[in-house]
């Protein structure tokens, strides 16, 4: 089975926008590394987003 096309290009987007890593340095990444960083980033933004909020608050 192979992973939907579409999910890798939306982690790849997702990881590109944030990270500013190349396409073919995203492309390496092993599939769990991957998804691991977008959590990671995904984790980073909203702590990120909360300092706002209670800021902006």
């Known amino acids: 089975m192979r992973y939907p096309s579409e999910a ?3 982690e790849i987007a997702y990881l590109a926008y944030h990270l500013h ?3 073919d340095q995203l ?3 092993e599939h ?3 998804v ?3 959590r990671a980033v995904v984790s980073m933004n909203e702590r990120a987003w909360e ?3 209670q800021y902006a608050s």
């Open 32 to 34: 769990l590394d991957r």
């Open 27 to 29: 492309l390496d990444l």
């Open 51 to 53: 300092v706002v909020r």
């Open 21 to 23: 890593w190349p396409l």
């Open 8 to 10: 890798l290009w939306q």
């Open 36 to 38: 691991r960083m977008v």
